[in-house]
């Protein structure tokens, strides 16, 4: 299934170290412009770590372009995501917009439990991939237990 994937996903996957869950899941990546400028330009900038990481995983991923007329990332994003009809997003309000939008938004530890739900991944490895999610900062213990009863 096709998916655009915003920035908060993208780097709650690297810093968690979880970022072969996309192929896991069965989800093809749609790369926004917009998204790899901050996922990898900002973050070099920034001195972020997990760039390196996400300019290797996204290296052979093509490019969507944004109307750059959109009044911000968010904007290109949801855009885009109305074509897709699917968006991958970390991002509350975001993912709201997404919804009122019609479109389907599911959150990075979604991703984990359609892996497992599809093999690729063990129960026992989708929980240390929810364990390495509050690890990293990227999501709350409790979040993290409500998505381990879908595991099972």
Same mark, same amino acid.
């Given at each position: 299934? /096709?998916?655009?994937? =915003?920035?908060?996903?993208?780097?709650?996957?690297? &810093?968690?170290?979880?970022?072969?869950?996309? &192929?896991? %899941?069965?989800?093809?990546?749609?790369?926004?412009?917009?998204?790899?400028?901050?996922?990898?330009?900002?973050?070099?900038?920034?001195?972020?770590? =997990?760039?390196?990481?996400?300019?290797? %995983?996204?290296?052979?991923? @093509?490019?969507?372009?944004?109307?750059?007329?959109?009044?911000?990332?968010? @904007?290109?994003?949801?855009?885009?995501?109305?074509?897709?009809?699917?968006?991958?997003?970390?991002?509350?309000?975001?993912?709201?917009?997404?919804?009122?939008?019609?479109?389907?938004?599911?959150?990075?530890?979604?991703?984990?439990?359609?892996?497992? /739900?599809?093999? @690729?991944?063990?129960?026992?490895?989708?929980?240390? @991939?929810?364990?390495?999610?509050?690890?990293?900062?990227?999501?709350?213990?409790?979040?993290?237990?409500?998505?381990?009863?879908?595991?099972?």
């Amino acid at each position: 299934m /096709r998916a655009v994937v =915003d920035s908060s996903s993208w780097i709650s996957m690297a &810093r968690a170290g979880l970022l072969e869950v996309l &192929r896991a %899941a069965a989800v093809e990546p749609v790369l926004l412009d917009i998204v790899h400028a901050e996922i990898i330009d900002e973050g070099r900038r920034g001195g972020h770590a =997990d760039s390196a990481a996400l300019s290797t %995983a996204v290296g052979e991923i @093509a490019l969507t372009a944004t109307g750059r007329g959109t009044a911000s990332a968010d @904007a290109g994003v949801l855009e885009v995501a109305q074509q897709v009809g699917l968006l991958v997003a970390n991002d509350l309000a975001l993912g709201r917009r997404a919804r009122s939008l019609g479109v389907v938004w599911i959150r990075t530890a979604d991703l984990v439990v359609i892996a497992v /739900r599809n093999g @690729a991944m063990t129960s026992g490895d989708g929980t240390e @991939a929810l364990r390495a999610l509050v690890t990293s900062g990227r999501i709350t213990r409790e979040l993290a237990e409500a998505y381990e009863g879908q595991l099972q």
